[in-house]
């Protein structure tokens, strides 16, 4: 399978791993996975979990690192913001000191055991209790009516607004001030300071009223990102949580999934969903495998064949010999690839990484400035700026802008998943709307794999009726793919076949034996010409069928030729329908093979490929990529064998075929493609530039509505209601539009 263990291109994998940045929001699962601290790794370093429930973004990673950073001994950081679990590499001999770091952040670590981290578990939420916020929004609002209507002295007001403040602001008052000791800006930080600030002017009612509204939209954003969260992390709830195992006294017992050892024998009902991945050693029937390689149409199962933990059994009974524990299944690796893959950080992500970093400290910064010079420099009222400052610390938080690419890049992860296409990273995400030439394997790729018997011709009366059943006699007595071909036709069309007596091979030719007293010939044109039976009409014929990418042999006796059997790999149905799309999403393409340049551009012009280039080995296919590079293009590389590694790994994306199942597809392909369907390619490329679309519109979306309010707040007509309403509103209107990928 495809192995791209290194690439040359300009993927930036070394960035694949950068340091996490300070973040000014929360909610984004995308951040990089690893973060080391120290150069030098230690032989005696331990990796140490914890699940941390209230670690589910940017804001929470960024305060755990630069807590734990200043501890000496630990040596490297591992995040998964999705299951909210935090691995800690180090050398302390206990974890009494980490959890007490933790602690000090206001966040509990509760340690882990290796059984307890299962791949893909999805961290439990707290149920949210509404009532302290109803009860807030309901003060806010009495606050504003009171104020506004004068119904009451101004301390009945005040009264009613620290009373909505205290009532759903303590939370973020108590992780701003987190924040802030830890020099940290982020939105806790930023809009503790905007309430206190609004307090202290005497705006009650709006510090109130923006305290409530945050403290919605912050629920409500949270919701919104659980749909990516789930999306997957629901994967392994695909697979159920018992099986039916035989015991060691032949009875059957329903046993926990995850208790249950490789090469245990499972039976599975008809209806039931597969639990672990396993080979059939039973029965017959359809499966579903959708949900592993997003085929729409059931796959029939017989005995020898793979089953994958996740899929659905249709109609009949099976039996299957367990092949991988739970956790290390094809949906577990599955899983916890698309996971891993928030680590590689798409380009647009890095950007927005990098500009947010500069962007809020110098926003404050801006506030500060707009708050003290008017008044010192310039006679203007104190209140007015000071309050026009808070505005803009409120409305340009760069939360919005930053949320917007790690909900798309999730999302759009999640999306290929379903259907079958396993994406390694937001940089090859994104990288697919470059491609322009698509370079394609031939053999298991455009086609099956496995010769077939595709013409016979009877070329001599005397054998009319039985040359195939001769032909197959023979056949039958050689391992050669081509003679392998020739014996299933027959078989399949229920010919009997002959014993055949001084049966030899013929080295590069082809076979010899006796039947019925007969001795016969099952060759190649080599050996024609060798036995002196050739002639030009022969010829011709045998070259009109070479031309059109089939091996020809010939049955032959002492006389002549008696029949012709042409046989070729043929194409797969789905690679016509592929490279059609292709060609109307703008891609070129050519086929990279080592079979000889007839076969390659017959083949070539069957599917409808621009280009083939025959007769060449693994370091031909990687000098025909460089060329490309060379032409000035954007190449990904499709393969399924370890003959095309160098291409592969060479290639802006690589793609690798069939990958249910296979370890170093799952682990090593920049895209697998869990089933043989090439059409999946194009719906990758589609994927792309949709994700890529919506990434621009999202980061048009933040900057743009921030500058109009950010130019009202400067005439001084924003107030900061509206600016809790242009920042929340904002990022809640990214994040939605990010989850339309999820679409199917």
Excluded at 143 to 151: D, Q, S
Excluded at 238 to 262: H, K, S
Excluded at 431 to 451: M, N, S, V
Aim: proline share 4%; with cysteine; hydrophobic share 50%.
């Amino acid at each position: 399978m495809n192995q791209p263990v290194s690439h040359d291109h300009d993927h930036e994998h070394a960035n694949a791993h950068a340091h996490a940045h300070a973040h000014a929001c929360c909610g984004s699962h995308a951040a990089p996975s690893r973060v080391q601290l120290t150069q030098d790794a230690s032989d005696s370093a331990q990796l140490s979990r914890f699940r941390i429930e209230a670690m589910d973004c940017p804001t929470e990673q960024t305060l755990i690192q630069d807590k734990l950073g200043k501890l000496a001994g630990i040596e490297q950081l591992e995040f998964n913001l999705i299951n909210r679990v935090l691995g800690v590499r180090h050398t302390l001999g206990d974890t009494i000191e980490i959890e007490r770091a933790i602690d000090s952040l206001g966040m509990k670590a509760e340690p882990l055991d290796a059984a307890e981290e299962v791949v893909g578990s999805a961290a439990q939420s707290h149920a949210t209790r509404w009532w302290p916020l109803a009860l807030s929004g309901a003060a806010a609002i009495a606050a504003e009516i009171v104020h506004f209507a004068a119904l009451a002295p101004e301390w009945v007001v005040a009264l009613l607004a620290l009373a909505a403040i205290l009532g759903c602001g303590l939370g973020t008052y108590k992780k701003g001030w987190i924040a802030l000791k830890n020099r940290n800006l982020n939105i806790n930080a930023l809009m503790s300071i905007a309430v206190t600030g609004a307090v202290l002017i005497g705006q009650w009612p709006e510090a109130a009223m923006v305290m409530v509204l945050f403290t919605v939209a912050e629920l409500i954003e949270a919701r919104s990102l659980d749909r990516a969260r789930n999306a997957i992390s629901g994967l392994m709830q695909l697979t159920p949580d018992m099986a039916t195992v035989r015991q060691a006294d032949g009875q059957w017992r329903e046993v926990e999934v995850r208790e249950v050892t490789v090469g245990a024998c499972v039976r599975l009902r008809p209806g039931e969903r597969v639990g672990l991945d396993g080979e059939v050693t039973s029965g017959q029937s359809s499966v579903d495998q959708a949900p592993i390689t997003g085929e729409s149409l059931p796959v029939e199962k017989t005995v020898g064949d793979q089953l994958f933990a996740g899929t659905i059994n249709q109609a009949g009974a099976l039996e299957y010999r367990v092949t991988a524990a739970a956790g290390q299944s094809t949906l577990a690796r599955i899983v916890k690839a698309v996971e891993e893959a928030q680590g590689a950080r798409a380009p647009t992500q890095r950007f927005v990484d990098r500009f947010s970093r500069v962007y809020t400290p110098a926003v404050f910064a801006l506030a500060l400035a707009v708050a003290i010079i008017p008044p010192l420099f310039m006679a203007a009222a104190w209140f007015d700026w000071v309050y026009r400052a808070l505005v803009l610390l409120v409305v340009a938080c760069p939360c919005a802008l930053v949320i917007s690419t790690p909900v798309t890049i999730v999302s759009g992860l999640a999306a290929a998943a379903r259907k079958g296409i396993l994406i390694k990273g937001g940089v090859y995400l994104e990288g697919g709307r470059k491609l322009d030439f698509l370079a394609l394997d031939k053999t298991g790729t455009l086609t099956h794999g496995k010769p077939v018997q595709t013409d016979a011709q009877v070329l001599d009366p005397r054998v009319e009726g039985r040359a195939q059943a001769l032909a197959a006699s023979l056949a039958e007595r050689s391992d050669h793919p081509v003679s392998r071909a020739i014996a299933q036709f027959a078989k399949a069309q229920g010919l009997p076949l002959s014993e055949v007596d001084g049966f030899a091979a013929l080295a590069g030719r082809g076979v010899r034996g006796e039947i019925d007293g007969e001795t016969y010939h099952l060759g190649n044109h080599r050996l024609v010409e060798e036995l002196g039976l050739c002639s030009p009409a022969l010829e011709v014929q045998l070259d009109a069928l070479e031309r059109q990418g089939k091996t020809v042999v010939l049955l032959l006796d002492r006389a002549g030729p008696l029949a012709l059997f042409a046989v070729a790999d043929t194409v797969k149905d789905s690679s016509r329908g592929a490279i059609a799309e292709l060609h109307g999403l703008g891609i070129k393409t050519v086929m990279l093979t080592g079979d000889n340049p007839h076969t390659a551009q017959a083949i070539a012009a069957q599917v409808g490929i621009d280009r083939a280039e025959g007769d060449l080995l693994p370091a031909d296919k990687l000098q025909s990529i460089e060329r490309l590079y060379a032409e000035g293009h954007r190449v990904g590389m499709v393969g399924d064998g370890i003959n095309d590694a160098p291409a592969l790994a060479r290639a802006e994306i690589g793609f690798a075929m069939a990958a249910a199942g296979t370890d170093t597809a799952i682990e090593t392909a920049d895209v697998a493609l869990m089933d043989d369907d090439l059409r999946k390619i194009p719906a990758f490329v589609r994927l792309s530039r949709q994700s890529a679309a919506i990434l621009m519109q999202n980061i048009v979306l933040a900057l743009g509505i921030k500058a109009i309010f950010l130019a009202i707040t400067f005439a001084g007509m924003a107030t900061l209601w509206m600016a809790v309403f242009a920042d929340m509103g904002v990022s809640l209107l990214v994040v939605f539009n990010g989850l339309r990928l999820l679409r199917k």
